[in-house]
């Protein structure tokens, strides 16, 4: 338990490093097109939960399922992908969503309490959070981090106290979700006073949409990873530098 505190510190300033660089623009983008607090929570915290599953299952002890990291890494940039056409082509989203009901409407058992038809996928309801879990979900294979101290409880803590180790990447998860939520409500705020976000025709949703279909091709290409890379060398915001610092001076 002793770097519990470091933990929660460590992910709060990943966003100060360049390894969350793919994530960033993502939950800054959807942060500011969503009017429900409700919706960026549920971003958020499904990318904390995807971040804990992927650390554990891909960190210590890998390939439990037979899919490497580039797998899930490609997996999740498809999900971003098709979630750009959303931004970039509304009107067509729609029509395919409209279809995709209609056939659900043919597949799905009817519900005999309510005498209707079940439909799972309605990711277009306005209270419905379907989309932005599996947005969140989609961002832990992506999410990477420059911090020692996660290195050292994947590395270190967990192999030799699960428990102990789980909570620390608990604590580490729960940083980056209190900082990135902090980070999405503001910018909300912010761009809400600068442009109108509702219409889905907008430039925004256009450039935010651009900007997806950008993370993506980066994370097929490997070039997220040679940025980061880059900026890590130019020692980008000396978070990594300061946490080695706090690492040092607790003796670890």
């Known amino acids: 338990m002793d770097l519990l505190a470091l933990s929660f510190l460590a992910g709060a300033l990943t ?12 939950v800054i983008g959807s942060g500011a097109i969503e009017k429900s607090n409700k919706k960026i929570i549920a971003i958020i915290l499904s990318l904390c939960i ?4 992927i650390s554990l299952l891909l960190k210590t002890g890998a390939d439990t399922l037979g899919f490497s990291e580039n797998f899930w890494k490609n997996f999740s940039a498809t999900i971003i992908l098709v979630f750009s056409f959303h931004f970039l082509f509304p009107q067509t989203w729609a029509k395919i969503l409209h279809e995709i009901k209609k056939f659900l409407k043919k597949i799905i058992p009817t519900n005999k309490n309510q005498n209707k038809k079940i439909n799972i996928f309605s990711l277009s309801k ?17 999410f990477s981090t420059c911090s020692p101290t996660y290195f050292i409880i994947l ?3 967990l192999p030799e106290s699960f428990y102990v180790g789980f909570i620390n990447l608990l604590a580490f998860c729960l940083g980056v979700s209190l ?7 503001a910018s909300k705020g912010v761009f809400r006073k600068m442009i109108n976000l509702s219409n889905p025709n907008g430039w925004f949703k256009k450039i935010l949409g651009i900007i997806f279909v950008l ?7 490997g070039y997220d990873k040679k940025i980061e890379a880059y900026l890590v ?6 978070a990594t530098e300061f946490e080695i610092k706090v690492l040092k001076d607790i003796g670890m």
């Open 126 to 142: 306005k209270n419905n959070l379907s989309s932005q879990i599996i947005l969140g979900l989609s961002l832990g294979p992506i």
């Open 215 to 221: 993370v993506a091709i980066g994370i097929f290409s």
């Open 50 to 53: 995807s971040i804990i599953f």
């Open 155 to 157: 590395a270190t803590v």
């Open 179 to 185: 900082v990135m939520f902090l980070v999405a409500y």
């Open 15 to 26: 966003i100060l490093t360049p390894c969350v660089l793919p994530v960033l623009p993502i």
């Open 233 to 238: 060398g130019k020692g980008y915001l000396g």
